[in-house]
């Protein structure tokens, strides 16, 4: 490099050749090197003077693919499931959980129902995982009483805490059929996964995402 921060270039063929210039961006890189850290925390970063040799990064153009493609999620099946005719002839339940952030009553789990027929929505908090079974005879007693109907399918994953053999016998002893979902695919349980991305985001950060779905939250 010489004095005047230019780099000589020395051509030293004679034949003709064109030549590309190539602009590396630099909040790009940045956005990498910081482990794909978004724009306005690269801008803090900068603004505090907390880097050695970070730019002020001003680009919102520059778009990372990386970045969207992480956020893509497959879609539910939709040719393989039914739908109920009446409120809940089929209930799904997922658990979720640990949240990062525990509930006020520090409580990290939580499982969902969703009526398939209403697609009204119950949340209940838990401690451990293990209390999946009582909150469900709960959830059910509630549910029956309250609409005047029973509970005739529950769909699930393959989650330990609803194929405990508790949990299955207390269904078949109630009539309950079961539908599990085959492992490793949620798209098999997309209605209550589903709703689990709208009350913590895949960031993890809000619990809650509307007030629509605050309205069911009993726990
Ligand atoms: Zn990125």
Redesign the pocket.
């Known amino acids: 490099m010489t004095a005047n921060k230019v780099f000589p270039l020395l051509m030293t063929s004679k034949e003709n050749f064109a030549l590309e210039a190539e602009k590396v961006d630099g909040s ?1 890189l940045w ?2 090197r910081y482990g ?1 850290l978004n724009q306005r925390s690269l801008q803090l970063l900068h603004q505090k003077n907390m880097v050695v040799g970070l730019p002020s990064i001003h680009s919102e153009k520059e778009i ?5 493609f ?1 956020k893509f999620h497959r879609l539910p099946f939709s040719q393989s499931s039914w739908r109920a005719k009446a409120p809940l002839e089929l209930v799904h339940a997922d658990i979720c959980g640990p949240t990062r952030t525990p509930s006020f009553n520090n409580k990290r789990y939580f499982i969902l129902f969703v009526d398939d027929f209403s697609r009204m929505m119950w949340v209940y908090f838990l401690e451990q995982k293990s209390e999946a079974f009582s909150i469900f005879k709960q959830f059910k007693a509630f549910g029956e009483n309250q609409s005047g109907h029973n509970l005739k399918v529950l769909r699930t994953d393959r989650g330990g805490e609803f194929i405990s053999n508790e949990f299955s016998e207390y269904c078949k002893s109630n009539g309950i059929k079961r539908e599990l979902t085959a492992r490793y695919t949620p798209q098999q349980n997309g209605v209550a996964e589903r709703r689990n991305r709208t009350i913590v985001p895949r960031d993890g950060k809000k619990h809650v995402e509307s007030k629509e779905s605050a309205k069911y939250i009993l726990g």
């Open positions: 790009l956005h990498l794909h990372c693919e990386d970045c969207i992480g």
